[in-house]
């Protein structure tokens, strides 16, 4: 892939959206591209009646225009846009930009970081479960998931914690966070598949404070979902 390639791959994805989000996207990437470049004429342009293909053409030739940085960033906040709807295409193109010789823009290092460190966390809770260590491994799990959720709360959805360090509250404000924003900006979504945050959680914080025979069916439970929560989580971070 090159940048050629990427550009227009982006805007073919918003142009295949549904009709209401298509617009709701093309707005973004006119927002996206303004705010890194006023000069582009884009609201006279689209005013013309400019067909699909012209407009396709225009946005990649407006893209490949603009400095590469400013480029990476506005490609970065499309990602965050459109990745839950288009995880293979997106996954495609978030590649490509993270494999530029250039510097990489903060948001993907510290996601790559954030990455790294779940894989880390997920590397000791396997040897823990390999050597029957079931307790630890769970343990690992919570402290895991407990790490994320305040990381998600604090950065993302810009929650001030206060005295709320308690798992399942937290996994409460996440579950609203995200449904809100998925309501707010007209994404298909099941607010009941959302809700596996907070059964995960409720299921892991009893394991925790009960006192009950953990094995390996619990703690493989407990790695397998906070491994699917967390890079969920990431999709938004």
Request: one cysteine or more; proline letters at 3%.
């Amino acid at each position: 892939m090159d940048w050629l390639t990427a550009c227009r791959t982006l805007v073919e994805i918003i142009a295949n959206c549904p009709f209401r989000k298509q617009n709701i996207f093309k707005l973004r990437l006119h927002k996206y591209i303004s705010d890194v470049h006023p000069d582009v004429l884009i609201d006279s342009y689209l005013a013309s009646g400019a067909n699909e293909e012209d407009q396709i053409i225009f946005y990649t030739s407006t893209l490949l225009a603009l400095e590469e940085a400013n480029r990476i960033e506005v490609f970065r906040l499309c990602i965050k846009d459109l990745s839950l709807l288009f995880p293979e295409e997106i996954g495609k193109i978030e590649l490509f930009i993270e494999q530029q010789h250039h510097p990489v823009p903060s948001y993907f290092q510290e996601r790559k970081e954030r990455i790294d460190k779940l894989n880390r966390y997920l590397k000791r809770i396997d040897g823990a479960i390999n050597n029957r260590k079931y307790s630890l491994a769970l343990g690992l799990a919570n402290r895991c998931l407990k790490e994320y959720y305040s990381h998600f709360l604090t950065n993302t959805a810009k929650h001030d914690l206060g005295y709320s360090t308690s798992m399942t509250q937290m996994a409460i404000y996440i579950y609203r966070y995200i449904n809100k924003y998925f309501v707010t900006n007209n994404i298909p979504y099941s607010a009941t598949r959302l809700l596996f945050i907070t059964m995960v959680t409720n299921a892991l914080f009893l394991a925790m404070t009960s006192n009950a025979y953990v094995d390996r069916a619990v703690a493989t439970y407990a790695r397998d979902n906070v491994n699917a929560i967390v890079r969920f989580l990431l999709r938004y971070s």
